[in-house]
């Protein structure tokens, strides 16, 4: 087989470099790249792709690459399942990154994969964050996809329905990547003490720590445990020694991006389902995370009156006031006006009655079309009016007796229309029996 000499400069590994340059393999190189997985089957945390009945897995044992998407956070295994696919479809590995590619990296690497396909080599080109490319650079994969002179895999921290082409999207298989739970970064962890022929020198409870603090990123507990195996110590560390020792990955949250949609949703879920606890914590998580407490104030309003409404008529004017509350005071004090109205709106009984009100009633307004009010309840400024009817037999309901007068303020040409419906619960159980009342009363008025 022939070697090309334009071979990408993203296109060998860490590795590759080190002997490149000349360095034996025992040179110092970090933790997660000389513990990287040699097969598929040493990747942990993705049995539901690379398993047997998973995508990946059955990919490989039929022999048939084809284009994909990864879609997972940071540390979860997509550049190395890129490599290890390349190697066991015996496809040259070239490597973009889209953060630093242009147009011209592209056709270069285009050009290189059609010069190997000639001598009978493919080539696996593994874009990583493929979602900074823009739509006419995602464009120009499509050609080389169609007539097989690369196989995409393509990776990316960012919902690819909203990131990447529909035309490149029906080319290839979104495959979703887990961040890594427990277990699996425990398996790392224990992979990292085999390599340096002893245990990590922490308690149980510090061990537990370390998992959390990598926040499901197995690169990132790599680089923990190298930490912790480089220091100088006799005892094992506890959770506040460890808190102190190294540096805690700060929790994945973008508010520019979809986190901040995903976040804002299990929020409000949490509040619709009664659950306050929950509902604290998406809270905190944005908090800490920079969101901006005026965007989630403004969620709150829109879940008290979308999920509370009329079962307890106090949940806007909480939630209005919570708003208020910040606005006045700002942060960190202002957050506890919201933790407030979170824990209100969650124990809050709940009803979407107005909601569905308001649907059933839109609906009706555009089936009816224009409609005009029945007359007797139409203003007669005028002597015209007058004449035409404005007004006539108009029953002032205060006059009535009760203070209802049973009148019909339905178009003539509309049967009447039951849209709101309240619920048995809260306020509305007391809105409930007045509709029965007056629906009762409206039923003896018609029939006198």
């Not at 949703?265 to 009664?274: N, P, W």
Request: neutral net charge.
């Amino acid at each position: 087989m022939l070697a090309f000499p334009f071979r990408s400069r993203y296109s060998c590994s860490m590795s590759d470099l080190f002997q490149s340059a000349g360095f034996e393999d025992e040179t110092p190189r970090p933790l997660a790249d000389r513990l990287r997985p040699k097969t598929l089957a040493e990747v942990v945390g993705q049995d539901h792709l690379i398993g047997e009945g998973g995508p990946i897995g059955r990919m490989v044992a039929e022999n048939r690459p084809h284009s994909v998407i990864f879609w997972g956070p940071p540390g979860t295994g997509k550049t190395t399942i890129a490599r290890l696919l390349s190697n066991a479809f015996n496809l040259h590995f070239e490597q973009l990154s889209a953060v630093f590619s242009g147009v011209a990296d592209l056709k270069k690497a285009f050009d290189s994969a059609r010069g190997r396909r000639r001598v009978g080599q493919g080539t696996l080109l593994f874009i990583d964050e493929i979602h900074r490319f823009n739509r006419s650079q995602q464009d120009s994969f499509l050609p080389v996809m169609e007539d097989g002179t690369v196989t995409v895999v393509g990776a990316t921290t960012e919902n690819p329905s909203f990131e990447l082409n529909g035309a490149v999207l029906s080319r290839c298989q979104v495959l979703v990547l887990k961040r890594l739970d427990d277990m699996a970064l425990e398996a790392l962890l224990k992979r990292a003490e085999a390599h340096y022929g002893e245990p990590l020198k922490l308690t149980e409870d510090a061990r537990a720590s370390l998992r959390a603090m990598a926040d499901g990123d197995g690169r990132y507990i790599l680089n923990l445990a190298e930490e912790v195996a480089a220091m100088k110590i006799v005892a094992p560390l506890d959770t506040a020694e460890l808190t102190k020792a190294v540096q805690k990955r700060a929790p994945a949250y973008d508010k520019s991006r979809e986190e901040h949609y995903n976040l804002i949703s299990a929020l409000h879920k949490s509040i619709r389902g009664s659950d306050p606890d929950a509902a604290l914590y998406w809270l905190a998580r944005m908090l800490t995370g920079g969101e901006d407490p005026l965007f989630i104030a403004r969620r709150l309003v829109r879940a008290s009156v979308e999920d509370i409404g009329m079962a307890d008529p106090q949940a806007v004017v909480q939630a209005l006031a919570a708003k208020d509350y910040y606005d006045f005071l700002g942060s960190p004090e202002g957050e506890i006006a919201l933790a407030q109205c979170v824990i209100y709106l969650a124990t809050a009984p709940k009803s979407n009655a107005v909601y569905k009100a308001l649907g059933a009633a839109n609906r009706a307004a555009k089936e009816y079309g224009s409609l005009m009010p029945p007359a007797h309840i139409l203003n007669a400024p005028t002597k015209l009016m007058q004449n035409l009817g404005y007004g006539a037999g108009y029953q002032y309901d205060h006059d009535a007796e009760g203070g209802f007068s049973g009148q019909n303020y339905f178009p003539d040409d509309m049967a009447r229309q039951n849209f709101y419906r309240p619920k048995e619960i809260g306020f509305e159980r007391e809105v409930q029996k007045r509709l029965d009342y007056w629906a009762k009363l409206r039923t003896k008025k018609g029939g006198e």
